[in-house]
């Protein structure tokens, strides 16, 4: 095995846990990590949350699941390659989403709206509450007790006020530190996996269409590329090779631009990359560019196409009458969460009681949140199998 950058994130110059525990015999702590996360709960309800599409639309499209696994897989190439630590990378990278609610950025944003008044809701801060105390399952500590380096690539960033709540992490963010390579890289996996599978599902569903896709240059010089190699393939096919070849082209793009960077830089230890003022790990303006064209489109075309709005609608109308029915009645939660609420409201006041309300309804499934609301509000807005699409 190739040895490891001098940047890059080691058991040795790890930060460690926040509860001491004895070193694992059989692998690295940031393979510990990894394995917690996968055994955690809230990472097996990643398969029944929404990216873009719910999923009764189809059994095809991605989930905050099959989006992790993805991510996993494009940052764990890239950390590779330079020689950074691969496990760090995928923990990170499994654990990113941890935090998203149900039905996809429609209802965190519901759920932000009705947060307001008491400190807001953010899904990077939500994915380490999720690992640092939601989670409970070990009988020595509240939580998956990761390694810092991990907590450090889930946070990525929070707001000022929230970060005064973390102590030595929330710290990091107020000095404006980067996190370590792996980090950066898990970031960046994350973009090259959703823009790239985004563009695969919107054509599985007839919402955007190849010709559409010519309007961004990126996808259209990869398109016509593709043809030429192969030229009559199947449709099938033909979106399969094109997600493909984006994605080979923003990786090595990714390693060849940071690559340079840190050979020209060659930081001599995480710490300096974190008191870099920018991230080590880009893309080459080119690429830059590509992506956030590629960005823009999805958004215009298929994020806010009217079929993916309608269901948007619906899971705004969802989160924002669960979030009242549970805060003027905790007793309509589940017992532990409604003694949780009981508790905070003494100890945090309304701030307090109605944090453990998001917590519940962050950690709810699309189809878990359906049949709440349908229980509790008297109305079913799940659509059928299929019944979304064109
Ligand atoms: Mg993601």
New binding site residues.
């Given amino acids: 095995m190739t040895a490891l950058a001098p940047y890059a994130a080691t058991e040795e110059n790890s930060r460690g846990r926040t509860h001491a525990e004895d070193p694992p015999t059989d692998r690295t702590e940031y393979q510990r990590d990894r394995d917690r996360i996968i055994h955690s709960a809230s990472f097996r309800r990643l398969v029944y949350k929404t990216q873009v599409f719910v999923n009764h639309e189809g059994d095809h499209y991605r989930t ?1 699941l099959t ?2 696994l993805e ?1 996993a897989q494009v940052a764990r190439s890239m950390a590779r390659s330079l020689r950074v630590n691969e496990d760090l990378a995928e923990a990170i990278s499994l654990a ?2 941890l935090g ?1 609610t149900p039905f996809g950025h429609a209802g965190q944003d519901a759920l932000d709206r009705c947060m307001q008044a008491f400190g807001g809701f953010e899904h990077n801060l939500q994915s380490l509450r999720v690992v640092d105390r939601l989670e409970q399952r070990y009988a020595a500590f509240r939580g998956l007790n990761l390694t810092f380096e991990a907590r450090e690539g889930i946070l990525k960033h929070c707001s000022v006020d929230n970060a005064r709540r973390l102590g030595e992490l929330g710290q990091h963010v107020m000095d404006r530190r980067q996190p370590g390579v792996e980090a950066q890289l898990a970031n960046l996996a ?1 973009e090259i ?2 823009n790239t599978h985004d563009v695969d599902d919107g054509l599985r569903s007839g919402l955007i269409r190849f010709e559409d896709l010519r309007e961004v240059p990126f996808v259209a010089e990869t398109l016509s590329r593709v043809d030429e190699r192969y030229p009559g393939m199947g449709a099938r096919q033909r979106n399969f090779e094109v997600g493909r070849a984006m994605i080979g082209t923003l990786v090595s793009d990714l390693i060849a631009t940071s690559g340079e960077r840190l050979r020209r830089l060659s930081p001599a230890s995480i710490d300096a990359v974190r008191s870099h003022d920018e991230p080590l790990i880009g893309f080459s303006p080119t690429c830059a560019a590509a992506q956030r064209e590629l960005k823009a489109f999805l958004r215009e075309r298929l994020y806010f196409h009217p079929r993916v709005r309608g269901m948007s609608d619906h899971a705004e109308e969802i989160v924002t009458s669960l979030f009242s029915v549970f805060r003027e009645d905790f007793g309509q939660m589940p017992a532990e969460h409604a003694r949780r609420a009981r508790e905070a409201a003494k100890t945090a006041g309304a701030s307090g009681s109605a944090r453990v309300v998001a917590d519940y309804i962050a950690g709810m499934t699309d189809r878990f949140a359906f049949q709440t609301h349908e229980e509790l509000c008297g109305c079913n807005l799940q659509p059928k199998a299929g019944e979304c699409l064109p």
């Fill in positions: 905050r989006h992790s991510v990113h989403d998203h994350d996996a959703y």
